[in-house]
């Protein structure tokens, strides 16, 4: 595999190289230079371009580009070899080096802080003019990245680098992921489809899954719009199917189960319980029994005031337990792997933070129209703690019995890791406005803090934003 890594100066690409290349074994692709070798530079390879167009000659140069008035060449023998091979590359030649190398896997470091990154230009004890020069250059090329969605669309995954242990591990996690997803993709064929269709027998799947169960009814839900939903009635309860209609809801089915098994019964509501099946052609669906209720979407129209607080309430309680829940990145994600493998399907890593599940959400299904009010950034300020979030509490996601009091929460395929602002914000915008009030009061009473009202309007659009891109996909598509 080849592993390019892509950021502005002094993002830490040199330093992910060396790390990479010591904790995974990958082997460093050999730069090769025209500038002068810094003070205690260990990479690459120093010639001058005379020496470098005879290796043209030779057919020994895979690719070479000129920048910061020097020329940068690669060798033929490291950009196609067997081994894993890791080096820097210039956004500027991404779509040179896909041309190079279809298969070449790339990561965009973006800073966390950029002037951390611009401090680190002037540790290099550069000529001010050489300093000036780069700083210049890193501010055009973070402000050209930053902005242009479909630039970043180019890269295969997108990271932030905030100088620290945690960031570190994130990359070195992501790599190893990639490793896992290449080995998978040499072993099992790509074309495998791990997913369903309308045309699907879905009576056969699900009569094969209630063998022992006398099916009274078989319904189809007709609000699927993530997956194809059906009902199956037996004589001791009602049973939902969910089968999903593309790879990317194939990989949330398999975060829903996940993710909902691991928070089962550690909130004082009721959460249901999947179960993950796979057909006989190994593509995965969940199954669930039918938990007594209908949607607050249903009624929410219809309640009294006093119904409204008691709904809001549970509401905000639900939630901030979620966000208090004590949790382990590293065992939701090797909860997935260890399906993905056990099965032995081909499927990408599970986008645990909510942002990054949103982006590649957009990006898979989205225009680029309407994609334009997305800047893959969260819009809280001065809110660092993250939390287990529900990521879509919308009001089709909330059960109420016939007294109209809270009965269960549902749906976690959006589920993991986000800003407490997220789910507010998420069931605020999906309620009536009375609704608005009342939950804010009790999340804040509750939690015994104030909620930043700008951040979450802000959190509000944004949802808003994401619901009227998804219709526009759904109406192209034919199921809205």
Not at 17 to 30: A, H, P, T, Y
Not at 109 to 118: L, T, V
Not at 184 to 207: A, G, L
Not at 258 to 274: C, D, M, P, R, W
Request: charged share 35%; with cysteine.
């Amino acid at each position: 595999m080849l592993l390019a890594l892509v950021g502005i100066t002094c993002v830490g690409k040199s330093y992910y190289v060396e790390k990479i290349s010591e904790k995974l074994g990958f082997k460093k692709v050999r730069t090769i230079r025209t500038r002068k070798k810094r003070p205690g530079e260990k990479n690459g390879l120093f010639m001058t371009k005379e020496e470098i167009e005879k290796l043209k000659a030779e057919n020994k140069i895979a690719y070479s580009f000129d920048v910061f008035g020097g020329t940068y060449a690669y060798l033929s023998e490291d950009i196609y070899s067997k081994e894993n091979m890791v080096f820097e590359m210039h956004y500027t030649t991404i779509d040179d080096w896909k041309k190079v190398r279809p298969d070449i896997k790339t990561i965009y470091i973006f800073p966390q802080d950029i002037d951390i990154a611009k401090s680190k230009i002037t540790e290099r004890n550069l000529e001010k003019s050489k300093e000036k020069e780069r700083l210049l250059e890193m501010e055009e090329h973070y402000n050209n990245v930053i902005s242009n969605e479909k630039l970043k669309n180019k890269f295969d995954y997108i990271i932030y680098n905030n100088y620290d242990k945690n960031s570190e591990d994130k990359i070195l996690d992501l790599v190893k992921k990639i490793l896992i997803e290449e080995k998978r993709r040499s072993v099992f064929p790509i074309d495998k489809k791990i997913y369903f269709e309308e045309n699907d027998d879905f009576e056969k799947i699900i009569k094969e899954v209630l063998v022992r169960k006398t099916i009274n009814r078989l319904t189809k839900i007709s609000t699927g719009w993530t997956n194809i939903v059906y009902n199956a009635k037996t004589p001791d309860g009602e049973y939902f199917f969910r089968f999903p209609r593309d790879e990317f809801w194939s990989k949330t089915i398999i975060k829903d189960y996940i993710f909902s098994n691991y928070i089962y019964e550690k909130t004082n509501y009721n959460t249901v319980k999947l179960e993950l099946k796979f057909d006989k052609q190994g593509r995965p669906f969940s199954m669930h029994k039918k938990i007594e209720g209908v949607t607050l979407a249903e009624k929410m129209n219809e309640l009294t005031e006093n119904e409204i607080n008691n709904v809001s309430e549970d509401v905000a309680k639900f939630m901030y337990q979620l966000h208090k829940l004590d949790f382990s990145e590293k065992d939701l994600k090797t909860a997935y792997e260890n399906i993905i493998s056990k099965n032995e399907i081909s499927l990408n890593d599970m986008n645990l933070e909510l942002k990054n599940f949103l982006d590649e959400l957009l990006k898979r299904h989205v225009s680029e129209e309407d994609m334009k009010f997305w800047k893959f950034k969260n819009n809280v300020k001065n809110e660092n703690s993250t939390c287990l979030v529900h990521g879509d509490l919308n009001s089709s996601n909330i059960l109420i019995d016939d007294n109209n009091k809270v009965t269960a929460f549902i749906d976690f395929g959006f589920g993991g890791v986000g800003n407490k602002y997220d789910d507010i914000a998420r069931i605020i915008g999906r309620t009536p406005i009375e609704f608005k009030k009342s939950i804010i009061n009790y999340y804040e009473d509750v939690s015994g803090q104030h909620l930043n009202i700008e951040a979450l309007e802000n959190e509000i659009e944004t949802w808003k934003n994401i619901d009227n891109a998804y219709i526009n996909y759904m109406k192209k598509i034919g199921i809205y």
